[in-house]
């Protein structure tokens, strides 16, 4: 979270997009109505107290959240083609020798 405190809707949506948020990367989120916009047309803009609210829910991290956690995941779901590739390299070896096996017997 940055040094000063957040007391707009604009600043924590600024706060989330450039990766303070536990579970965001720092790249900025298409909406088609950015953050707050929709209680500022209905008249309503959300009050420091709200905004604080939601700014210490989306900008601290979870109990027992590892830093870095984010990172892990992203690069174990890259490895996980590597791991499909592997299992069906073994498939088909053991398709290949049961089959030549097959064909020793006859």
């Known amino acids: 979270m940055s040094e000063q405190p957040v007391r707009t809707a604009d600043r924590l949506r ?3 997009d450039s990766g303070s948020g536990s ?3 720092a790249f900025p989120d298409p ?3 950015p953050l707050g916009t929709d209680d500022e047309a209905a008249g309503q803009p959300p009050g420091p107290e709200q905004v604080a609210l939601a700014a210490q829910h989306e900008l601290t991290r979870p109990a ?3 830093p870095g956690a984010a990172e892990e995941r992203s690069r174990g ?3 996980q083609p590597k791991d499909q590739v592997r299992w069906i390299a ?3 070896v053991v398709v290949l020798l049961a089959a030549g096996l097959g064909f020793a017997v006859l």
Do not use: Q, R, T, Y
């Open 64 to 66: 027992g959240a590892v």
């Open 31 to 33: 909406a088609a109505s």
């Open 23 to 25: 579970d965001k990367i």
């Open 14 to 16: 600024h706060e989330i």
């Open 77 to 79: 779901m890259s490895e």
């Open 90 to 92: 073994i498939a088909l």
